[in-house]
């Protein structure tokens, strides 16, 4: 499944990012695409996406400024291949790329 994230923690800070994930159990391993190379194991409950308080050095690719994707919880706010069209990031652009 294809994911996208953005966390805004004031100006100029902030971390972005999107790739694909794949469901175990409880929890998602989150691909991140890029050059990041980062790659996390978060917890999900069907209805958010918690971060772990610590993430993989080269997850610090996303994030500018002081931001940190260090156990940040995302709520889920889309379902289906449609719904993340209509999901857009704080620059009016789509949070989730294309297939």
Do not use: N, W
């Not at 610090?60 to 069209?85: I, Q």
Request: one cysteine or more; charged letters at 25%; hydrophobic letters at 35%.
């Amino acid at each position: 499944m294809i994911f996208g994230m953005e966390a805004i923690f004031g100006a100029e800070q902030y971390c972005r990012g999107d790739g694909t994930a794949r469901r175990v159990g409880d929890k998602l391993i989150l691909h991140f695409s890029g050059r990041s190379q980062c790659i996390v194991v978060a917890q999900y409950d069907g209805d958010r996406v918690a971060l772990p308080g610590v993430v993989d050095v080269k997850c610090a690719d996303l994030c500018r400024g002081r931001g940190s994707l260090e156990g940040v919880t995302f709520p889920r706010l889309a379902f289906g291949a449609e719904a993340r069209k209509q999901v857009i990031d704080h620059d009016g652009g789509p949070i989730c790329p294309d297939q």
